[in-house]
């Protein structure tokens, strides 16, 4: 997408250094970070300089292609690469996209080191191409007028481009139709405020932010028409983890009788995973509840304690919403059910 005019995607690879819009500094400053080696690309993910499941699972074949530009002893180069899976598998638990990604470099480097080169170039590119066709089939169930919910951030920030929850939308902006988008604030981190909100904002898309609790509160005054989310990880009964608080949105969704959507790309389903309760939730550090990180009156970044001193937290960064309060999937290849047999038919030629 564009940001003043000029195209960007979330990261891309050049030569061996992988840059990525800075998702940490956002919406205050627009910077690039560079990670010119494995270990600085694992920390980037692992700190969430690049986020989001299409984001990370890029930035983690970026790192595989990184071990195999480095590799001094083609010889080594599989026993590398299995180390280098574990490093970058580490960095964060819940989204599938990131393993989807390792094991398909690792995979192809038992064809040939080239075959490997190909492929962790591929997700990236892959990852766009499904982002688009998201947007293409979500836009069909988005009526002109329409008001929508979303949470966190799944916007062509977390996808490399375009969006999963966000394609539909912007299609259906850039289609004419006249939509509203109530973003979610998203705490502890506020991917919904500080990201979705600065995507939209620089697509021209309508827009306000509402506090995480008031989700419920507009949807019983009839003025949600639908929600879209993404997803992290989709377990082979239609179990869904995302963003904390997602499950409580589809909760009253449900209760209120308006449609629940989550837009991802096939490669967040995994079959391997039978249903939600195998799902690993990431638990992130307490500071990310207690502060409040933005920028002060001296253009400075500050860190605010919004807690009572010495108290602790507890910071789950996903939740999983099961399958039956979900409407639907919006994915590459259509908008799907949530039962087994479509999800396995997702893998069909
Ligand atoms: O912790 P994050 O910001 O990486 O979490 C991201 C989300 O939960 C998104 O909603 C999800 O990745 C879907 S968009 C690919």
């Known amino acids: 997408m564009k940001v003043n005019g000029k195209h960007y995607r979330a990261l891309w690879i050049e030569n061996s250094t992988v840059c990525m819009i800075n998702q940490n500094l956002l919406p205050f400053e627009f910077k690039i970070h560079y990670c010119s080696n494995i270990n600085e690309t694992c920390e980037a993910i692992k700190t969430m300089i690049t986020r989001g499941a299409g984001s990370i699972g890029a930035a983690g074949g970026y790192a595989m292609l990184q071990t195999i530009l480095e590799n001094k002893n083609p010889e080594k180069l599989y026993s590398e690469l299995i180390l280098s899976k574990q490093k970058i598998d580490s960095t964060r638990p819940t989204a599938v996209n990131l393993f989807y990604a390792t094991q398909r470099v690792l995979e192809a480097a038992k064809i040939s080191k080239e075959f490997a080169i190909k492929e962790a170039l ?18 069909e169930i988005i009526k002109d007028g329409f008001a929508i919910e979303t949470h966190c951030n799944a916007g062509w920030l977390a996808l490399v481009d375009y969006g ?57 005054h009839k003025k949600i028409d639908i929600i879209i989310t993404g997803a992290d990880r989709i377990a082979a009964n239609g179990d ?22 989550i837009a991802a790309p096939s490669t967040t ?52 919403t099961p399958a039956n309060l979900i409407t639907g999937f919006i994915t590459e290849k259509g908008i799907i059910s949530t039962n087994e047999t479509s999800i396995k038919n997702l893998f069909k030629n």
């Not at 997700?123 to 836009?139: M, P, R, T, W, Y």
């Not at 499950?247 to 449609?259: D, G, Q, R, S, W």
């Not at 970044?301 to 108290?311: D, K, M, T, V």
Request: hydrophobic share 40%.
């Open 240 to 261: 869904t983890a995302n963003k904390i608080g997602t499950l409580e949105k589809a909760i009253a969704a449900k209760f209120y009788n308006i449609p629940f959507y």
């Open 164 to 220: 999963s929850a966000l394609a539909p939308i912007y299609a259906a902006f850039e289609s004419g139709k006249k939509i509203f988008v109530y973003v979610d604030e998203t705490r502890p981190r506020c991917q919904g405020s500080r990201l979705t909100a600065w995507e939209l904002f620089q697509q021209g898309v309508p827009h306000s932010i509402i506090p995480d609790n008031a989700g419920a509160h507009y949807m019983s």
């Open 269 to 320: 389903f995994d079959l391997s995973t039978k249903n939600g309760n195998e799902i690993i939730i990431e638990e992130r550090d307490q500071n990310e509840v207690l502060y409040f990180s933005g920028k002060n009156n001296f253009n400075k970044f500050s860190e605010f304690l919004i807690a009572n001193p010495g108290s602790k937290a507890i910071n789950p960064a996903f939740d999983v």
């Open 122 to 139: 591929a997700i990236a590119d892959e990852c766009v191409e499904q982002s688009k066709l998201i947007g293409k089939f979500g836009n």
